[in-house]
């Protein structure tokens, strides 16, 4: 029996292998659990295996590659359509096994175990914001049907945090008073765990050389920067900076026929999360370039004057991305344009 390639089915305790030979053959259609994965594998000669990126794939490809195997993700809407029928983990291993070996197939890059602690700060980071936004929200719903308006502004709703939890609120009845102190010490103890994660993040931007020289670009900050340095592997396999924003989200929708052009909406493919981050820095260049016009690019304020907010946003964002590939691909920092120097 001789295995050329695998389709490995991910899952939290039974993976599904499908391995064929050189002729395309099946030869193995077996489930293993979790304890047996790397057994088998240590076994087998050295062979091509696929599998889908997901949260596990990383780990499980560096694992396997230690062995001495050729390891490759794939974004699984490209593995869809090599199932032939039905949702089952041995289809799903069969339509990988198929789909690792096709030429026009693109792969996603294996993340270090470095890059994906960096990862682990920024999803709890978001995790945290997410849910001091709703208790915010929650404390200001509550005060709002005593008569108590609150500021806009997280500045405002971490200093009524403060007061709340001290107990200022006269105004509201004791009973009511309790639950708002609960959710206000709440807002506070959030406050504080993302205040340290924040410090972590700042501690790795500086022990790395390409999230420093990714922070140079305008409207990029630390978390931006750790961001993109932790989640791009490998920047040179986009053949473009365009392809790199495309994969991103940022490029209009095609809608082409009959020799007819028409763009659409941005996409919206790809890292949602890097895409958020980089339309919120341009959104707060946005609002720099609205106080102080001196302080930004003139092309900038000028796009302003002619086309909407949101518009102007995303282009730029799109912008940023392309610069981010440049400044990845082929090192150095971010240089204002001559038009913009002068």
């Known amino acids: 029996m001789e295995i050329n390639t695998i389709g490995l089915d991910l899952a939290k305790s039974i993976f599904q292998v499908h391995a064929i030979d050189a002729a395309g053959t099946a030869v193995v259609r077996k489930a293993l659990r979790r304890a047996q994965v790397v057994p ?91 849910q001091r936004t709703q208790l915010v929200n929650m404390v200001r719903g509550l005060l709002a049907e005593f008569g108590i308006e609150t500021a806009r502004g997280l500045h405002h709703a971490l200093s009524l945090a403060a007061r709340l939890s001290a107990g200022d609120a006269p105004e509201v009845p004791a009973l009511a008073q309790r639950v708002v102190k609960g959710l206000a010490d709440q807002i506070g103890a959030l406050q504080v765990q993302l205040d340290l994660l924040e410090k972590d993040l700042l501690a790795w931007h500086r022990s790395n050389e ?10 990029v900050g630390v978390i931006s920067a750790t961001a993109l340095a932790a989640s791009v592997t490998e920047p040179e396999r986009f053949r473009s900076g365009r392809q790199f924003a495309a994969s991103l989200g940022l490029t ?7 020799g007819k052009e028409r763009m659409g909406r941005i996409s919206r493919m790809g890292d949602r999360y890097l895409r958020r981050l980089l339309v919120l820095g341009m959104t707060s260049l946005v609002r720099r370039a609205r106080s102080t016009p001196d302080a930004v690019d003139p092309r900038f304020v000028a796009m ?39």
């Open 40 to 130: 088998f594998f240590a076994k087998l000669p050295r062979c091509l295996i696929g599998m889908e990126a997901c949260g596990t794939s990383h780990h499980w490809a560096r694992e396997l590659a230690r062995l001495g195997h050729e390891v490759r993700l794939m974004p699984p809407a490209y593995v869809k359509p090599y199932v032939k029928r039905g949702k089952t983990d041995a289809a799903d291993a069969e339509a990988i096994c198929e789909a690792v070996t096709r030429p026009s197939m693109r792969f996603v890059p294996v993340k270090s175990a470095e890059q994906q602690a960096a990862l682990a700060l920024h999803r709890t980071r978001d995790l945290l914001v997410k």
């Open 252 to 258: 209009p929708l095609q809608n082409c026929s009959g």
């Open 304 to 342: 302003l004057q002619h086309k909407p907010v949101r518009v102007v946003t995303v282009a730029a964002a799109n912008r940023t991305a392309r610069v981010a590939w440049a400044i990845m691909t082929h090192g150095g920092t971010y240089r204002t344009p001559p038009a913009a120097a002068a």
């Open 210 to 219: 390409l999230s420093q020289r990714l922070a140079t670009i305008p409207g």
